[in-house]
């Protein structure tokens, strides 16, 4: 019996005795953005080096109205405010990634696919990891979270997405995206309580190159404590609760 555990043991992954007490590759759990490792100053958004906009981003971007001042046409009165969440769109990617209010996301891996679940609007996404490769722009119609597969490079979560609506903003200054936008995630798992993520965004249509984010970093969670069932309370954007009036 004493062979047979022991040769057990030694058919298990290498990386499990050499990182200890954690599987780089495994990031089931739930996890907290954090403010650590982030530069001075740094913006609530891919990166504050946000690269030169195209005429067409420049005009979409003329027309917003946020009530921020970074990055943005200047702080405007919340009625006249042109956000697409005061009329409960879905945030969509990447800016859900980074909203500080809710900062919650939560893994679930299977064989085929990582699930995503997020806090904030307590939505969640498929990321196809069977091997299968990123649609071409004319065999999809656009979606509020797009196309997501992943694969890992080392131990390296890269999810890269495509097929996005260009009703979202990629976050609250009003940075504008096309639906030519590809979303590119990189998770890595530092050690057991610690989650990196950069983001990059190539948009031909709206940049001139590409948007490189700085690192992210998330922090797990044993137990969230936002609710009484220690899991992601029921924060849902309802439109009869919501008193401003859109401006399409």
Wanted: glycine share 6%.
């Amino acid at each position: 019996m004493r062979i047979l555990a022991l040769m057990a043991l030694l058919t298990l992954p290498s990386m499990t005795f050499a990182q200890g007490t954690f599987n780089p590759r495994d990031l089931t759990g739930y996890w907290d953005l954090t403010n650590d490792g982030r530069p001075a100053n740094a913006l609530n958004t891919v990166s504050n080096n946000r690269p030169p906009m195209t005429d067409w981003a420049k005009d979409v971007f003329s027309k917003t109205k946020t009530g921020y001042r970074e990055l943005s046409t200047g702080v405007q009165p919340e009625k006249d405010r042109n956000d697409p969440v005061q009329w409960c769109d879905p945030l969509g990617i990447p800016r859900i990634l980074w909203n500080a209010k809710l900062p919650g996301i939560r893994f679930a891996q299977t064989r085929d696919e990582v699930i995503q679940f997020f806090e904030s609007g307590r939505v969640w996404r498929d990321i196809w990891t069977d091997g299968r490769k990123m649609a071409s722009k004319d065999e999809l119609d656009a979606r509020w979270f797009g196309y997501p597969v992943g694969r890992w490079d080392g131990d390296t979560f890269v999810v890269t997405s495509n097929g996005h609506t260009d009703k979202t903003w990629i976050d609250q200054y009003g940075s504008p995206h096309s639906d030519e936008m590809i979303v590119e995630e990189r998770y890595r798992r530092t050690d057991r309580d610690h989650l990196e993520l950069v983001v990059n965004i190539t948009d031909p249509k709206a940049y001139t190159g590409t948007w490189r984010g700085d690192k992210r970093v998330f922090a797990r969670v044993d137990k969230p404590t936002r609710s009484d069932f220690n899991d992601f309370h029921e924060n849902l954007c309802v439109w009869s609760e919501v008193k401003i009036t859109p401006k399409h």
